[in-house]
């Protein structure tokens, strides 16, 4: 005990079964404090301890948290604090917890320490405080940037499906004027709308950095104007550079599969117009019309028949009412209206028909399509595609999904 006097500034040995304290730094018992602890800690709280720190403090005395963590195994707990020194100004307080034990009366008791930082120490603390404060900012200014992105980025694959689709069957009807000027201004539509919804974005991500400007507290500044850097950016840049040389692994393992469940496509070379789906049926089940029509157009032109259903119930009724063999591949969107893409394919699989688990099974999405990898293995999906689509990847691996020929 007396060692723990020479290191700590105050010693308090609680009694949980009585709610009462008393202090041991006097060896002699002479003026001891005492007093019962919650009233003690609820006044502390209220009278000294810094207004951020206050729950912590309240809790490292909470009897049920305490007994919660004995029974847990935890026999030591600790805690910093800052306490008013008197005129306003803070200084840190480092303080352990002993967890209680059984003594000779079988009380439970609760010994805590408390020991004052010095100078170099409460500048430390401080420090720390300030880099953990920086830190939480930058992360959710982090995921909200990350969100606002993710959002419009999913909003625009559409559009920009929409045009690749129109681009490419415009150009395979540069003799019918009519037909191509129709195109044309669907695509002008189409680049309206995503210019519409690049502004949106501008917008959208204006106010976000004015909130957090007016929600930037002093601790932030302090810390960046000390440090004259975003710390940030220097503690994850190894994480990025991880994350990097994931994706390249991710993706070096895509190129090496083919047709297996649930493989993410990878782009190619191949020229849509090498293919010939003649003799071939598609069921076509997209999320709009317009992409619909670009889909079904652009298979047509290589000899395929191609029945487009837009509701996802119908599309599963259509399949399963017709013989076994009707169709050569099925072509889902997962954003498809009634029944999303992944149910649809797993309505397909489970139909009991003779080719129910063999037909091939594409979807398109216009998310990031490693998200969906789990939904196409647990839906029975082949490969999923990510928009706006790359027509040459597609119909090469429908060409060796359904056995066809090249054209020569």
Known sequence: MQIWRDYYDEILDVSLDRGTFESLMDPEGRNVRKGFIEL????????????????????????????????????????????DNGDGRYFWVKVKGIMPSEGNDEEKRYFVCFRILDNASDEDMSYRKLLSVSL??????SSQLKGLFEKFASLMKDPLNDIIGLSDIAKSSVSDTDKTVE?????????NEIDTLMEQMLKESREMNEEIALRDDESYRELVAKTGKNMISEQHKDTHQKKDEERIRVKSNEEKAILKIGTPAV????????????????????????????????????GAKVLTVLDGKAAVKEFIKNPAGTYDMVLVDTGASELDGYSIAHCIRLS????????????VSNKGVAESIVKT??????????????YGLLFLKMHEAMGTEKRA
Do not use: W, Y
């Open 40 to 83: 003690e800690v609820m006044l502390t709280a209220q009278r000294q301890v810094h207004p951020d720190d206050r729950t912590a403090f309240i809790q490292f005395f909470d009897k049920k948290v305490i007994e919660e963590g004995l029974r847990n195994g935890v026999f030591v707990r600790k805690l910093n604090f800052r306490m």
């Open 136 to 141: 939480m900012h930058e992360k959710e200014i």
């Open 183 to 191: 195109r044309l201004e669907l695509i002008t539509e189409k680049t």
């Open 267 to 302: 782009r190619t070379t191949a020229d849509p117009g090498d293919f010939d789906f003649t003799g071939k049926n598609v069921l076509l089940v997209p999320d709009s019309e317009l992409a619909g029509e670009i889909m079904a157009e652009m298979m047509s032109k290589r």
């Open 352 to 363: 009991c028909k003779d080719d129910a688990e063999k037909i091939p099974v594409f979807a």
């Open 377 to 390: 293995k647990e839906n029975g999906v082949n490969m999923i595609f990510s928009k706006p689509l790359d």
